[in-house]
């Protein structure tokens, strides 16, 4: 496992849990307002500082009673050849595992539900299917993505989340997400951070004002058993 960074605490990525995170190096897709550039883009990641397995279950083992579960997230978790196992080890130790993923591998979320493996899933909806090639800039299997949307929907608990990006996503698209997304337990509509971003141009790009942004979650509300914005 390429373990790029690791948030030994944390009260806000694990939905009403205390979770460590830990960040997986690498993506299969490239979008240009993602702003852990450092863990996604393959000159960074040459660069990139890596923690070994060794350390992260030592520092597991010695949290066991004190945090309820693991935040595994990147980058592209589902990009690493050997999750199934770090995830099996993590579970082996008594943690809750909450897996982040762009829903471009569903093979890898079905195994992982099917072996019981994963406790909650928070999906990345980048844009309404047809807009998929222009906000990921990769090519992408829009099946796979609307059987991942299926797959999460199986998992113990979940989420979709949208990062709202000025020029990429607007009001239309939100609709067009929650129609497709209708009925599910959860979506959020996520702030877009300037900082650090995979294409530097966006660093330029201000993000939508926050009543905008509850605006949006107005209108994808009713589509949802819960929806709210993250800043």
Not at 58 to 63: P, Q, R, T
Not at 82 to 102: R, S
Not at 126 to 145: H, M, N, S, T
């Amino acid at each position: 496992m390429l373990i790029g960074g690791l948030q030994k605490i944390s009260l806000i990525d694990y939905p009403e849990k205390v979770a460590a995170t830990v960040f997986t190096l690498g993506c299969n897709f490239s979008c240009p307002f993602c702003h852990n550039a450092d863990l996604v883009e393959p000159e960074q990641i040459k660069k990139h500082p890596l923690i070994s397995e060794k350390y992260f279950f030592k520092f597991l083992k010695g949290k066991q009673g004190l945090l309820d579960g693991v935040c595994v997230t990147g980058g592209e978790p589902t990009a690493q050849k050997d999750l199934e196992e770090f995830i099996a080890k993590i579970k082996a130790l008594g943690f809750l595992v909450k897996l982040d993923t762009n829903g471009s591998r569903p093979q890898i979320l079905r195994d992982l539900l099917k072996k019981n493996l994963v406790d909650y899933i928070a999906m990345d909806i980048k844009a309404p299917l047809q807009k998929y090639p222009k906000v990921v800039r990769k090519d992408v299997r829009l099946g796979d993505i609307h059987e991942s949307v299926s797959l999460g929907k199986e998992a113990p608990d979940y989420e979709f989340r949208t990062t709202v990006v000025p020029g990429l996503i607007e009001k239309d698209d939100i609709l067009a997400i929650a129609q497709w997304l209708k009925g599910s337990r959860r979506y959020f509509l996520q702030q877009f951070v300037p900082e650090k971003t995979v294409d530097s141009a966006f660093e330029k790009v201000d993000p939508y004002h926050i009543e905008k942004l509850r605006d949006f979650c107005q209108l994808a509300r009713p589509y949802f058993k819960k929806c709210d914005v993250r800043v």
